[in-house]
């Protein structure tokens, strides 16, 4: 099951910076992390997660594999792509390919580095970007609803009823809304999710900010923040140079460059795991004396469908799962422990997968 952010923005925000460094970054750390280019412009990479380590410690596990996300660097849009222009036709294909976007905004100045737009303004290059697709969006829903509209005069009620969908987001976007604001019931959010609609899809608003902003932030990114909240989406700041310059510093030497710049962890770390809470996903781990591994679910998953990430027969054949919780395998010391003190369970099919859980599955095919 793979789950995928395209990275995207306007030309010269650091855009691709970012995406090198993060796959720099996951190169190497190839030993405990496997990174893999799929294409020049695609590559995965570990989600960070200090339980799974605490995990390998307590199994002695000889091998430990994180989860993983993939990244795709997408081509820098310009004004005009929902009419072709620039790369705009790729552009917009390449979106309506991935799950999730990582939006990529500048809000740093550097005279050096020529802004498309003239001048440093993080909003108004979050609004051309989604301008441009909601443009597509809208004239994707018109073509659609020609052919719906005959059908439903035909008496096609399954037609009417996704007329009546269109009609409803078709109207939102026209008001200069993006899809995924759209007041919906649960069951519209599902049927809307089947139109890949651009403006859809989960946004994360990635702040590239100078050096010296990188902690604290700036006026630029607080009102990215501001506009993130409104909107109920994420946003992360992250320095594409400082990042560039971790991905070339050997472990080591690159914990004690973010101490110095008062930083806990990377800026791509935080990147990569707003990604993950982006797109809803739940970890859950497989612990042995071979490897210690971390697995991704869709948050709200069964048993059985997290059985069948590791396998499709795990899941054909799904008899019970059996369970701890991690806080429980920590404090116990491993399996052998949970057993003693009653914390070892077996859940069955209806089980939904909670983050953390430890899971060995009993199956039969």
């Not at 222009?85 to 809000?107: M, P, Q």
């Not at 497989?286 to 697995?295: D, L, S």
Request: with cysteine; net charge negative.
């Amino acid at each position: 099951m793979g789950f995928n952010c395209g990275i995207v923005g306007l030309p010269n925000v650091g855009k691709s910076t970012l995406f090198n460094a993060l796959t720099k970054t996951a190169a190497a750390e190839a030993a405990n992390y496997p990174f893999c280019t799929i294409e020049p412009n695609t590559g995965r990479v570990a989600v960070p997660d200090q339980r799974l380590d605490q995990l390998a410690s307590l199994a002695n596990s000889a091998q430990i594999l994180p989860t993983q996300l993939e990244f795709v660097d997408i081509a820098g849009l310009v004004k005009g792509a929902a009419q072709g222009e620039g790369l705009g036709n790729k552009f917009l294909a390449n979106i309506r390919e991935v799950d999730a976007i990582a939006h990529v905004l500048r809000c740093f100045s550097n005279e050096d580095i020529t802004h498309v737009e003239g001048d440093i303004n993080p909003i108004r290059d979050a609004e051309i970007v989604e301008t441009e697709l909601m443009l597509t969006d809208i004239e994707s829903l018109e073509k659609r609803m020609v052919s719906l509209t005959k059908k439903s005069r035909g008496g096609d009620k399954q037609a009417a009823s996704e007329l009546a969908l269109m009609e409803k987001i078709f109207q939102h976007l026209s008001e200069g809304n993006p899809a995924r604001t759209t007041s919906l019931t649960e069951d519209e959010m599902g049927r809307m999710k089947l139109m890949q609609l651009l403006t859809a899809k989960p946004i994360l608003y990635v702040c590239n900010v100078a050096e010296e902003d990188v902690v604290s932030g700036n006026a630029f990114s607080r009102s990215v923040f501001d506009k993130a909240e409104a909107e109920n989406c994420s946003a992360v700041i992250v320095s594409a140079a400082i990042e560039s310059e971790i991905a070339s510093l050997p472990e080591e030497d690159a914990g004690e460059f973010l101490s110095e710049l008062g930083l806990s962890e990377a800026g791509l770390d935080r990147m990569i795991k707003a990604g993950y809470v982006l797109l809803d996903l739940t970890t859950f781990f497989t612990v042995g004396p071979k490897e210690a591994r971390a697995w991704t679910v869709q948050t709200g998953a069964k048993a059985p469908e997290a059985a069948g990430v590791i396998h499709t027969d795990f899941q054909r054949g799904f008899i019970r799962a059996e369970t701890i919780a991690y806080t429980d395998y920590i404090e116990h010391g491993g399996e052998a422990g949970c057993k003693d003190s009653g914390k070892f369970r077996i859940e069955g099919a209806d089980y939904l997968v909670k983050d953390g859980d430890v899971f060995h599955f009993r199956f039969n095919v």
